[in-house]
């Protein structure tokens, strides 16, 4: 006799022991979402925060303060230090409170579309887990943020039994999405996925009218995000720095991923490769036994298509950005995660089924599963060992001294070091005035927020200088920022190498002979001050 699963839920405790497993993973959410708030900043991370500082002090991004990332984020960050106050923690309080509703988003999302809540708590913990291995590197990213909006997006638009969208739910899901795609427009395909699924839930074809509501619905919702956006740039007079820095720059940035000999479908596997591999051994195991063991609920097809439809979006997003950094995959995990919770809840109901011992055995494997991290790179020690410098932090965390101590140990990843940045800003503060200019010539713009002082330029880091594309507009931008600023202070980089960023092998230390008008302005103007880490220092003359 052939056994379903529906037969093994009926005929096995089964309620009681999900019950325990859902408590153990919500257990273990909290857990890895209290860590993610222990998080420092990375390169990334310090731009953010600095511009959202500066949104705060009525400062215009890509106008006063330069990056080349779509806004979202940077309002994001805005946000956080406007909420949580201008410090560290800020980002990381609200990237936790964004893990948490994208955790109950996801059990919403598994009640609605797979008929149980396991599934969904076994997602959430599949999902933060991923999340915390990435570290403070690749954590509090656009993909991030994205990732959870689009969770919340998807809670909107879905509805329990044979129930249709409103249109309000449906406005609400349009306002979620455009946020998302002011993240990375790459994760906007997410859209046209809902759109399709808005549309198909009105199956008679002579009420188009019915159908399209909804659809018109999200459309407004997106508009509405994009408009207010364009209003807050044109309000600031930075439409046409918002502009080259999207239209004219960042496109020199996503070439450098694209080879001659470069394949469109190869990069498309690659990608397709690392997002369902390399960020979870819970993923890959999850996904099998989700598409091959039966069907538990009627409506668990339809939650494949569309968490699959939206996932294939941004999948081909990140083959298109070519440059396949672990962050770019933040927002597709929790989308593949849900799709694997599923998985294991189907193995852990077959292992109720087949008696204790394989129910042990199923422990046993979630256990090993955990146990196998994917370590990012370049980063000190191992994932455990920086846990547990985390959790000795969470100890002793009103100490003064607690969070240097923590990021001396934990913030470091190549040649970037927090506590460097740290160090030249106090000697900056040490130097000048509340009202005084400094210029770092360098990619560390965390040192601007640290040294609470005006950078002489509205490009906080040099990469723009530096590159090959759009040099030239970029640099008499620079050289006319800095001679009207007149910074008291500059502070040189070495060590600095990103080919994958500025398209070269050097170091922003060597790249000054490449740029003649500000060698020669420094050199005329400033004498040597010191050197510390990998930074020369520089004061003026007068």
């Not at 999405?177 to 002579?206: C, D, N, W």
Request: proline share 5%; with cysteine.
């Amino acid at each position: 006799m052939r056994i379903t699963l529906e037969h093994w839920i009926k005929s096995s405790p089964t309620k009681r022991w999900d019950a325990l497993l859902s408590f153990v993973a919500a257990l273990f959410c909290l857990v890895c979402i209290v860590l993610v708030t222990t998080f420092s900043w990375g390169r990334d991370q310090g731009i953010y925060a600095l511009i959202g500082d500066g949104i705060l002090n009525g400062k215009a991004p890509y106008l006063d303060l330069w990056d080349f990332k779509p806004p979202g984020v940077l309002f994001v960050y805005a946000a956080a230090q406007a909420l949580f106050g201008r410090s560290i923690e800020a980002i990381r309080v609200l990237e936790a409170l964004g893990l948490i509703a994208m955790v109950l988003g996801l059990v919403t999302l598994s009640k609605r579309l797979q008929g149980n809540a396991l599934a969904g708590w076994l997602a959430g913990a599949i999902a933060v887990y991923a999340h915390v291995m990435l570290d403070f590197w690749h954590t509090g990213q656009p993909e991030s943020f994205g990732g959870v909006l689009t969770i919340l997006a998807l809670c909107a638009v879905t509805t329990s039994a044979d129930k249709t969208t409103r249109p309000s739910a449906a406005f609400v899901a349009g306002l979620l999405l455009g946020l998302t795609s002011l993240m990375k427009p790459t994760l906007g395909g997410a859209l046209i996925v809902v759109a399709a699924y808005l549309f198909r839930q009105h199956p008679e074809p002579s009420k188009v009218w019915r159908r399209s509501l909804p659809l018109l619905a999200m459309v407004t919702g997106a508009g509405a995000v994009f408009c207010a956006v364009g209003l807050y740039f044109v309000r600031y007079k930075a439409w046409s720095a918002l502009w080259w820095t999207l239209h004219d720059f960042a496109p020199g940035y996503t070439a450098l991923g694209w080879h001659p000999d470069s394949s469109p479908l190869g990069m498309l596997h690659y990608a397709l490769i690392e997002s369902l591999t390399k960020f979870s051994v819970f993923i890959p195991i999850g996904l099998v036994a989700a598409l091959v063991l039966p069907s538990a609920h009627n409506r668990e097809h339809e939650g494949v298509y569309l968490i699959c439809g939206i996932a294939i979006f941004q999948i081909i997003g990140i083959a298109i950005q070519a440059k396949f950094f672990e962050y770019h995959y933040g927002a597709t995990i929790p989308l593949l995660a849900f799709l694997a919770g599923l998985g294991w809840a189907k193995l852990w109901w077959s292992a109720q089924a087949r008696g204790v011992v394989s129910a042990l055995a199923f422990a046993l494997t979630l256990l090993l599963a955990a146990l196998i991290a994917p370590a990012v790179h370049d980063l000190p020690g191992s994932p455990w060992q920086r846990t547990l410098q985390r959790l000795r932090f969470l100890r002793h965390v009103r100490e003064p001294s607690a969070r240097e101590q923590l990021d001396g140990k934990v913030a470091r990843a190549a040649s970037f070091d927090l506590s460097a940045d740290r160090e030249v800003a106090e000697w900056m503060k040490g130097q000048t005035g509340p009202d005084d200019s400094v210029l770092v010539w360098g990619f560390e713009p965390a040192i601007y927020w640290f040294a609470e002082r005006r950078p002489a330029t509205r490009f906080i880091y040099d990469v723009a200088q530096r590159s090959p594309w759009q040099q030239a507009r970029a640099r008499q931008w620079f050289m006319e920022d800095i001679g009207k600023s007149k910074p008291v202070v500059v502070a040189v980089q070495h060590s600095d190498i990103f080919p994958g960023v500025t398209g070269h092998n050097t170091d922003s230390a060597a790249d000054i002979a490449d740029f003649p008008e500000f060698e020669k302005w420094l050199e005329a103007r400033y004498y040597p001050a010191g050197y510390r880490y990998n930074f020369e220092y520089y004061r003026r003359r007068d």
